[in-house]
């Protein structure tokens, strides 16, 4: 979403990665003018999906655009309002699947029916909207609430590349011929 509002081009978030722009545009904007329907409510599962939103989202920006008469990658009248109904609507899709995730693990005996634990950790952590009601969605469910500060919440890919090079020091996994793999880089 921070790649199709060009918010490298923002004044106010050249510097910023993707997530970062959007929280910080969506502090100051109203989630309501933009309503995005949240994804996967018709499924009764604990699966996470941004596909169905990032399209309504790319629809959304498209028709703001042709109603300001600019074109793509130039920076909208909204932008705000998006980033901050963009941050509104995944905040609620991980809050409703993470609260369908604790009463099954209750239901099934998967956690201690006292004193459970919802850690939130990686990149999504670190913004700090998303942490807000993912802490008050512990509290309500009477469940202790961690998450590293946000300066070690980063991406996932950084861990998994971490993971490689302790695997590849340890000799552990490591693939010496990639004859007969197929690879496509995106």
């Not at 929280?23 to 309501?32: C, D, I, R, S, V």
């Not at 499924?43 to 990032?54: A, E, I, K, P, V």
Request: with cysteine; hydrophobic share 40%.
């Amino acid at each position: 979403v921070a790649r199709r509002l060009s918010l490298r081009k923002h004044p106010e978030c050249h510097s910023m990665a993707g997530g970062k722009a959007i929280e910080h545009l969506a502090q100051t904007g109203n989630w309501q003018q933009h309503t995005f329907r949240i994804p996967m409510q018709q499924y009764r599962n604990c699966d996470f999906s941004f596909s169905g939103l990032q399209n309504l989202v790319n629809t959304a920006i498209r028709q703001k655009e042709k109603e300001e008469g600019i074109q793509e990658g130039e920076i909208l009248s909204c932008v705000k309002d998006i980033a901050a109904a963009v941050q509104h609507a995944v905040a609620v899709h991980i809050i409703q699947r993470t609260y369908r995730a604790m009463l099954f693990c209750r239901k099934n005996s998967i956690l201690p029916s006292k004193n459970a634990t919802l850690v939130v950790s990686g990149g999504v952590a670190s913004n700090q909207y998303i942490r807000k009601g993912l802490q008050t969605l512990a509290d309500v469910n009477d469940f202790a609430f961690l998450c590293p500060p946000p300066r070690l919440c980063t991406d996932n890919g950084v861990m998994i590349a971490w993971n490689g090079i302790e695997r590849l020091r340890a000799g552990v996994g490591v693939l010496h011929s990639t004859d007969g793999i197929r690879y496509e880089p995106k």
